[in-house]
């Protein structure tokens, strides 16, 4: 078994620093393109919500117009 001197146990830390942050790097990268997808899709369910919203105020109108002439 070799023996542990400080430049190996130096050699072995700076590869498994290396090896966590190209693991975060990786999680940064899924990350970003997941709150870029939210993004997207709260911003579709806005603009149905917005439609949905002036729908509803047609139909109140409607009916308002509709009980002024009774």
Known sequence: MAELTVERF???MESFAKI???????????FGLL????????????H????LSEHVDVFI???Q????RL
């Open 48 to 51: 149905r919500i917005d439609k």
């Open 35 to 46: 709150r870029k997808e939210m993004h997207e899709e709260f911003q579709r369910v806005d």
């Open 10 to 12: 130096e050699q072995s």
């Open 61 to 63: 109108q409607l009916h």
């Open 20 to 30: 966590v942050k190209e693991g975060f790097d990786t999680i940064d990268r899924e």
């Open 65 to 68: 117009k509709l009980d002024m």
